[in-house]
């Protein structure tokens, strides 16, 4: 769990409390992930309860909270840096479910929206691209460059995926009597009524291989 191990590495640093552990993490990487409140306490409860950390309320003008990171967290800590990742980090994408899950006849509506996508990530790239354009010299910094050149990369490799589904479903975002890939066929049916059954043209030879 990243935010659990984010957490801990703050807390190695010195004692804070949960406002200030968000303020932290949010400087940090504040640019490409956001934490709620809710998330941030209910993560320092947990590892509270599993004694990796303990709670110690001040008794001040204003009462704080305070966390401090116990032997057991850090050599937790130190075991999550060392150890390598147990599987590779899923795909997932909300424009993934809205792709698999439209008909086709909504194919025109979708590929705008994906249109609007691809300006967001072009924006998106244009920033990053400033800000990875030349690499810091302290280590600090170096490794929010990493991160951000991480990002780049996947922004960029995800602009090209909706440029290509932009190709792959131009067909069918036509209108029905001018789609080759929409051509229907009328079937029989019980009392002598007759229903078009859509038949989809074949997937492009490099999509054919990929599993249903």
Known sequence: MPVKHALLALLAQRDLTGYELKLRFERTLGDFWQLNSGQVYSTLERLRRSGLVVRQDERAAVARTRYTLLPRGRRELEQW????????????????????????????????????????????????????????????????????????????????????????LAPFARSPEHSPERATTAVPARGGRQRLAAVRAPLPRSASALPG
């Not at 993934?96 to 300006?119: I, Y």
Request: proline share 9%.
């Open 81 to 168: 840096l060392a150890a390598p990742l147990p599987r590779l980090r899923p795909v997932r994408d909300p424009l993934f479910v809205k792709l698999v899950f439209m008909p086709p006849e909504h194919a025109a509506p979708v590929l705008k929206s994906f249109a609007t996508e691809t300006r967001k990530y072009s924006q998106a790239l244009e920033t990053l691209t400033a800000l990875v354009a030349r690499a810091p010299l302290s280590f600090t910094g170096r490794t929010r460059w990493l991160i951000a050149e991480a990002a780049r990369l996947e922004f960029a490799a995800h602009r090209e995926w909706l440029a290509t589904v932009g190709r792959v």
